[in-house]
């Protein structure tokens, strides 16, 4: 089956960087695109950063200048730069494949989300 797993989350302070990673295995064929999204408790899962799979990027306007999501076709990865951090980026944060061609058909995936915690 095909499952997305994330890391590189943790603890840094305001204004510090951290880099995330997400994978996707699994009998994969294709994704059509792949991002971040984020989710603090209590509060709604908001969206982070897409990337195409020809390197098209967006970002939300919470992130716009600080973020940077970056994509491995060929492994099947996607990453998101975290620079000048803030407080309010303290997030569970969800890898998501959408599009994704596999042995059975096409559906989206999510991975289980990894930690990120700024300090002020």
């Known amino acids: 089956q095909v499952q997305l797993v994330e890391s590189g989350g943790g603890l840094v302070q305001a204004g510090g960087s951290l880099r995330l990673s997400c994978a996707a295995s699994g009998s994969i064929f294709s994704i059509r695109a792949m991002g971040w999204y984020r989710q603090a408790p209590g509060k709604q899962r908001e969206w982070v950063a897409a990337?195409?799979?020809?390197?098209?990027?967006n970002y939300g306007d919470s992130v716009k200048g600080r973020f940077t999501i970056s994509r491995n076709n060929n492994k099947n990865m996607v990453y998101l730069q975290m620079n000048s951090l803030k407080p309010e980026d303290t997030a569970v944060y969800y890898c998501?494949?959408?599009?994704?061609?596999?042995?059975?058909?096409?559906?989206?995936?999510w991975g289980q989300g990894t930690q990120v915690t700024v300090s002020s």
């Open positions: 990337i195409t799979g020809g390197g098209s990027a």
């Open positions: 998501n494949a959408l599009g994704v061609v596999y042995d059975g058909g096409v559906r989206d995936y």
